[in-house]
Nanobody
Framework: VQLQASGGGLVQAGGFLRLSCASS????????MGWFRQAPGKEREFVAA????????YYAGSVKGRFTISRDNAKNTVYLQMNSLKPEDTAVYYC???????????????WGQGTQVTVSS
């Protein structure tokens, strides 16, 4: 599974961005998908995950209520809608694929290249 993340950028606090992660593989719909982020000097942390069917999305407490994960299996794409962005959301965001949705990044064998999100105060 090859993953390509996009949609990052520079935004002011309170703004929004939508990240996309496109897969080139024909088996995309069989994988659970996750979004993770890593800020400079910090460990990679879980943001959100969604099952292969699009059901049962779940989120890190720090983004719950502000971020929404969704997927379109017909387009082989998973999205992360990020609203009410805060400076502490600044990080490189990665999408990842696994056989089951999980908050542990070590479970995910397939990763996109990352997209930078910078939120200014």
């Amino acid at each position: 599974v090859q993953l390509q993340a996009s949609g990052g950028g520079l935004v002011q606090a309170g703004g929004f961005l939508r990240l996309s992660c496109a897969s080139s593989g024909r088996t995309f719909s069989s994988y659970a998908m996750g979004w993770f982020r890593q800020a400079p000097g910090k460990e990679r942390e879980f943001v959100a995950a969604i099952s292969w069917s699009g059901g049962s999305p779940y989120y890190a407490g720090s983004v719950k209520g502000r971020f929404t994960i969704s997927r379109d299996n017909a387009k082989n794409t998973v999205y992360l809608q990020m609203n009410s962005l805060k400076p502490e959301d600044t990080a490189v965001y990665y999408c990842a694929a696994a056989s089951g949705a999980d908050s542990d990044y070590r479970v995910y064998p397939y990763w996109g290249q990352g997209t930078q999100v910078t939120v200014s105060s």
